[in-house]
C-alpha cells in the first residue's frame, strides 16, 4: 500500500493509495488534524454512491458531520456556489481547526480548495479525489480555483491539503469517457518522465495502485521542486499548449479536457520529430496508444484557427515561450522558441494525420 509524502513549502502530507481507502477516511482526518467537526464537500453523483461510507468512517472516528451537496459539473465552480458553501460552513459552525473533506472530480476538489483556503483564513482540507482525472492530476499540486463567466480558474488560491486518500475502488464507478479522460494525463505522465508507466499501459496489463503511484509520484516530485509553477512544473503542460487552444476554440463542449490534450501531445510529437528533437517513431507509438484507449488522434480544426487560439493566451504575449518537446518517450524538455516560430511548426504537423 503506497503512502506517498508529498513534501512542500508549507509541510509535508500523506497520500494514501489503497483499494478500500474510503473506509479509512475518518482515521486518516483524525490523524491530520485536531478539530472534531468534519465538513463533506460533494456533487449529488459522487454523493449517492459513496457519501454513506464517507460520513459513516468518520462518525465512527468521532466526528460530528455536515454535509453541502452541489450540482455535478464545471458550471458548480461558481462565485453563487462558493457562497453557498461559505453559508453552510457558518450554519455548520466550523472552527479554524475543523476539516473540509472534498469527496468528488475536480470540480469538487478545486471548489472545496477554494473554500477550505479562504474560510476563516483557512480550514485544514482533506482531498478524496474520485476521477482518475483529479486523482492524477487535479488533487496533488495545491491549486484551488472557481471559474468567472469570462474564463475558467480565474479566482483561485494555493493551498495545500492535509492528507490525499486515493481509493482506486471508487473509479469502478467513473464512465468510460471519464477513464479515457484520465487516462490521457497518465500518458502524459509517461511520456515525460516514464517509460515504464507508458510500457504498463501500453500492455495493459497495468496494476490501478501501481500506475496511481507513478502518477502521483511524478507530480508531486515536480511541484516540490516548483510549487509557485514557473520551471520544473511546466513540463506538466505536455500537449497542454495545443490542447487547451482546441478545448478553447470548440467552445469546451467538442472534446473533454483529455481529448484535446491527446491531440495537443500528438501535435507536439511530431513537431519534435520534424524539428529533429525527437527520435522516429514515437508519434506513431503515442497515436496507437491514444487509439487503445479511444482517445481521439484526429481532428477537423483548420490549423490556423489553432495557432490564433494560442496567441489569444495571454502567457504567449512575452516573445519567447517555453514549449514542451520530447527527445524520447520519459524525456521532456523545455524548448524556447518565439511565437512565430512555432506558428510555422504547428501550420506544418497540425492537421496532418
Ligand atoms: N487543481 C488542479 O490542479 C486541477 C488540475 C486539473 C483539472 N482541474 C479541474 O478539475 C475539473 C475536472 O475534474 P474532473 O474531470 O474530475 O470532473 P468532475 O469533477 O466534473 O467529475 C466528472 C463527473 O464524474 C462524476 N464522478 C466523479 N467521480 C465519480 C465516480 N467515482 N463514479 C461515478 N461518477 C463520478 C461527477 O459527478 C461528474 O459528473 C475541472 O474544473 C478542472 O479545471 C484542476
Ligand atoms: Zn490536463
Known amino acids: 500500500m503506497p503512502e506517498i509524502m508529498a513534501s512542500t513549502g508549507h509541510g509535508d502530507y500523506p497520500i494514501l493509495i489503497q483499494k478500500g481507502a474510503l473506509k479509512r477516511l475518518g482515521e486518516f482526518t483524525a490523524a491530520s488534524c485536531r478539530g472534531r467537526q468534519a465538513f463533506i464537500v460533494t456533487d449529488e453523483q459522487v454523493g449517492r454512491l459513496y457519501l454513506e461510507t464517507a460520513r459513516l468512517s468518520l462518525v465512527a472516528a468521532g466526528f460530528q458531520v455536515s454535509v453541502g451537496v452541489i450540482p455535478p459539473g464545471e458550471s458548480s465552480k461558481s462565485p453563487e456556489q462558493l457562497m453557498t458553501l461559505y453559508e453552510q460552513l457558518h450554519a455548520a459552525g466550523m472552527s479554524r481547526s475543523d476539516p473540509v473533506i472534498a469527496l468528488g472530480g475536480g470540480v469538487v476538489g478545486d471548489l472545496a480548495g477554494l473554500a477550505a483556503s479562504t474560510w476563516l483564513r483557512g480550514l485544514p482540507l482533506i482531498q478524496v479525489p474520485t476521477t482518475l482525472l483529479a486523482q492524477v492530476d487535479a488533487s496533488i499540486g495545491g491549486k484551488t480555483a472557481i471559474d468567472l463567466p469570462f474564463g475558467k480558474n480565474l479566482i483561485g488560491t494555493f493551498y495545500q491539503p492535509k492528507a490525499v486518500l486515493m481509493d482506486p475502488a471508487l473509479l469502478r464507478t467513473l464512465s468510460r469517457e471519464r477513464m479515457a479522460e484520465g487516462m490521457a494525463e497518465v500518458i502524459k505522465y509517461g511520456m515525460i518522465r516514464d517509460l515504464a508507466l507508458f510500457e504498463q499501459i501500453e500492455n495493459r496489463a497495468y496494476d490501478l495502485e501501481w500506475v496511481l503511484e507513478h502518477c502521483v509520484r511524478i507530480k508531486t516530485a515536480m511541484v516540490a521542486a516548483d510549487e509557485l ?125
Do not use: C, W
Open 229 to 353: 509553477d514557473t520551471g520544473e512544473r511546466m513540463l506538466l503542460n505536455f500537449g497542454h499548449t495545443v490542447g487547451h487552444a482546441i478545448e478553447k476554440l470548440t467552445g469546451y463542449t467538442t472534446y473533454t479536457h483529455g481529448e484535446a490534450v491527446a491531440l495537443g501531445m500528438l501535435a507536439a510529437v511530431r513537431l519534435g520529430e520534424m524539428s529533429g528533437h525527437t527520435s522516429p517513431g514515437t508519434a506513431q507509438r503515442l497515436r496507437s496508444l491514444l487509439e487503445m484507449y479511444q482517445l481521439p488522434v484526429r481532428h477537423d480544426l483548420s490549423a490556423a484557427d489553432i495557432i490564433d487560439a494560442i496567441r489569444s493566451d495571454k502567457k504567449f504575449l512575452a516573445g519567447r515561450i517555453y514549449f514542451v518537446l520530447l527527445h524520447e518517450i520519459g524525456q521532456a524538455f523545455l524548448y524556447p522558441i518565439t511565437f512565430d516560430q512555432l506558428a510555422d511548426h504547428l501550420q506544418e504537423v497540425l492537421g496532418n494525420d
